[in-house]
């Protein structure tokens, strides 16, 4: 049949000659065309549209798939007002059946693809391209409703039970990359953060990436702007990397957190840049009874070389939710402006677990209200169901080599009566003060620990320690988590 067609089209001025005479053929002939282009186009796994676009273009990733398609491939409109949540939704479902024959790989060209909320599948990579930008939808019927996370409880607004789908999600996952060449995705927050802050919402707003109970997760190389609350939410993973990623909201719109890992195992997270109303990291683990009942701990994280700018919270906390627990974190190489605190412990009676083996180092700090702050009455709970003699323990914790300029106030740290934070050690930390700086530098409470060639001088709960004559250096670890050793392949559209 494609023969046929071929051979036709080298008459095709005879063709049109004879095109009155032969009405009847010329008839046949176009339903031939038809069946041509159902029968004989080329499937989608070697489809290219624009190659020329596409070509050159390489990026690093934990796999290459061996299928490839574009949004556009089904139905996708990338005008920003049409709806693509049924594209995006169809594309995954086709592209879920090649997870066994080499993964697949979905490219957002450029354009702005407006969508709700769709699940990803494994083995597979989505890519967002330079010029695109992923909107979320505004209209609430495309956020399905899901059970809240079974470590929290509740919904974390604070409002129901429920919660709004994230925008891009998956559950049982293995093997996903979202990455892209500084391609978008807006969460356009504002509709979401006006009814919040007139509690208009009986569901907890959805967050913008949230991966659950899977494995093997990439994320890099693309901007995130306005999320209708948390930006980038691993919960119940192992093996994750969150890498060169941007992230931009208002300063002051609250839980509009940057990256949020959650009771999970083996993370890194590298070279970001954030701009939030809240924590540019929050370091989750659960809440209250359901956090203690569920028992899955973050451990195994490294964060390093972050930039961060929160005027109303910390570049990096550990809690509040850490009913998990919270153990063998790493921070170096961090860059934190006009931020609340550097490294901020949240917990409180009712928490349970611990934050535990905490080693921070080698941060550069301008315009900070707090350098060191540490809180045991973050008593916000999920309900009245919480033991109030499940207490934390803060113990290990290790900050050195850092210096801050205009700063309101060095350190405030506050334990638990009956419950100290203990183990806190802090080297080699210089802090300058603004100019109207608090009279009380150190307010320290139910804590113990030491110190070594810090200024201001410290309270008297954290001491000066030498060792045999010598300063003392805080502990920070040799050795590698696994996730840091993993080399990414050269990958191309």
């Given at each position: 049949m494609c023969y046929f067609i071929s051979k036709l089209k080298e008459d095709i001025p005879l063709f049109f000659l004879c095109y009155f005479k032969y009405l009847k053929m010329i008839r046949l002939v176009f339903g031939i065309l038809v069946l041509f282009a159902i029968f004989c186009f080329p499937t989608i796994e070697s489809r290219s549209h624009h190659p020329s676009v596409y070509s050159g273009i390489e990026f690093p990733a934990l796999n290459c798939r061996k299928h490839k398609a574009v949004i556009t491939d089904f139905g996708g409109v990338g005008d920003g007002k049409t709806s693509n949540t049924k594209a995006f939704r169809t594309a995954l479902s086709k592209l879920s059946d090649l997870a066994s024959d080499g993964g697949a790989q979905l490219v957002v060209p450029p354009g702005k693809w407006l969508t709700g909320s769709f699940n990803l599948t494994s083995h597979f990579t989505l890519f967002i391209q330079k010029g695109a930008t992923i909107l979320a939808s505004q209209d609430e019927s495309e956020w399905p409703v899901v059970a809240p996370l079974p470590s929290y409880g509740k919904g974390r607004d604070g409002t129901g039970t429920g919660r709004?789908?994230?925008?891009?999600?998956?559950?049982?996952?293995?093997?996903?990359?979202?990455?892209?060449?500084?391609?978008?995705?807006?969460?356009?927050?504002?509709?979401?953060?006006?009814?919040?802050?007139?509690?208009?919402?009986?569901?907890?707003?959805?967050?913008?990436?949230?991966?659950?109970?899977?494995?093997?997760?990439?994320?890099?190389?693309?901007?995130?702007?306005?999320?209708?609350?948390?930006?980038?939410?691993?919960?119940?993973?192992?093996?994750?990397?969150?890498?060169?990623?941007?992230?931009?909201?208002?300063?002051?719109?609250?839980?509009?957190?940057?990256?949020?890992?959650?009771?999970?195992?083996?993370?890194?997270?590298?070279?970001?840049?954030?701009?939030?109303?809240?924590?540019?990291?929050?370091?989750?683990?659960?809440?209250?009874?359901?956090?203690?009942?569920?028992?899955?701990?973050?451990?195994?994280?490294?964060?390093?070389?972050?930039?961060?700018?929160?005027?109303?919270?910390?570049?990096?906390?550990?809690?509040?939710?850490?009913?998990?627990?919270?153990?063998?974190?790493?921070?170096?190489?961090?860059?934190?402006?006009?931020?609340e605190s550097s490294v901020r412990i949240k917990t409180a009676a009712g928490r349970g677990a611990y934050v535990k083996d905490i080693y921070a180092r080698r941060f550069t700090m301008k315009t900070m209200k707090y350098v060191f702050w540490m809180s045991g009455n973050y008593n916000q709970h999920p309900d009245e169901g919480y033991d109030p003699k499940a207490l934390p323990e803060v113990s290990n914790i290790n900050f050195s080599d850092m210096t801050a300029e205009n700063v309101t106030m060095s350190a405030s740290l506050a334990g638990i009566d009956k419950d100290p934070f203990t183990g806190i050690c802090i080297s080699n930390v210089n802090i300058t003060l603004s100019a109207k700086p608090k009279e009380v530098q150190w307010n320290c409470t139910d804590v113990a620990g030491v110190t070594s060639r810090v200024k201001p001088e410290p309270c008297s709960l954290l001491p000066e320690k030498k060792t045999e004559g010598k300063n003392m250096d805080c502990m920070f670890p040799s050795d590698l988590i696994p996730i840091e050793s993993v080399v990414l392949k050269k990958c191309s559209l």
């Open positions: 709004f789908n994230s925008l891009i999600s998956g559950t049982n996952l293995t093997d996903v990359v979202i990455t892209g060449n500084n391609g978008t995705i807006n969460g356009q927050g504002q509709y979401w953060w006006d009814k919040f802050k007139k509690k208009q919402f009986n569901l907890t707003r959805p967050y913008m990436i949230e991966l659950l109970f899977s494995q093997n997760i990439q994320i890099s190389n693309i901007t995130l702007v306005d999320s209708p609350s948390w930006h980038i939410h691993p919960v119940y993973c192992n093996n994750v990397i969150v890498k060169s990623i941007t992230i931009i909201a208002p300063v002051d719109v609250p839980n509009t957190d940057g990256i949020n890992p959650d009771s999970c195992t083996n993370t890194l997270i590298e070279d970001c840049d954030i701009v939030s109303g809240d924590d540019c990291i929050a370091v989750k683990s659960g809440w209250d009874e359901y956090g203690i009942k569920f028992g899955m701990p973050t451990q195994q994280l490294s964060i390093r070389r972050l930039t961060c700018i929160s005027p109303k919270s910390a570049g990096v906390a550990l809690g509040s939710e850490m009913s998990g627990g919270i153990k063998d974190v790493r921070i170096e190489d961090v860059t934190l402006i006009n931020t």
